[in-house]
């Protein structure tokens, strides 16, 4: 499960049946629904979520790739909880869940998500493997935006996204703090919708239930996680 903070049951319905239904259609969209089938190569996109290298874990013991490359640096909302980078902490834990060092690619730099994809291809190219198929391995909310920069910057390869499989009550659960959740939610939202103007990412239909559902969320104030436009 993620590695987050539990708060109690009672403490958790800090926003409206409406609002959690609303988080719950954006929740549902970011997930791209793939089937997962063996790839090539996979990345864990490095965040504060541990959850990406216990999911990379289990793949490989499915056998869905042969080699994995953790990406990611530090940012001001993980440096506390990964001083030493996020792809050096993310493979630490996948060795303890059993993941073989020579299957581990570590790239410590990336900090963003376009960085995470440019800077891995370019690692796996150095390391000798040819990417025909790539599974990407994301938080749950992350999967959408993950695809469409990866369509922008790695158009030739296919690519099959991967998640943590849990519900949104279950996350919320996970990392102790719903509104937080809600806004990431948000945050990433705008960001598929807004990436595409700026040559980050490819276009994402949104469907209308879940952009009316992102503007009543933004009007309530859920818009920490959101970027200037």
Known sequence: MSQGVPVPEHEQRQ??????HDATLIWDYHQMAHEQRPCSAAIGLGSHDLGVATTAADLYRD???PVVVFSGGNSP???ARFPRGEAVHYREHALSLGVPDEAILVEPKAANTGQNITFSR???AESGIAVESLL???K???ERRSYATCRKLWPEVEVVCASEPLELDDYIKSI???KLVVDMLVGDLQRVIEYPKLGFAVEQDVPGDVYDA??????AGFDSRLIST
């Open 140 to 142: 749950p909310y992350m």
């Open 15 to 20: 926003i409206t049946d409406e609002q959690f």
């Open 77 to 79: 909302t993980t440096r």
């Open 122 to 124: 370019e690692l796996l």
């Open 214 to 219: 992102y503007e009543r969320l933004l009007a």
């Open 63 to 65: 056998g869905l790739f």
């Open 136 to 138: 990407l391995i994301s």
């Open 176 to 178: 102790g703090d719903e």
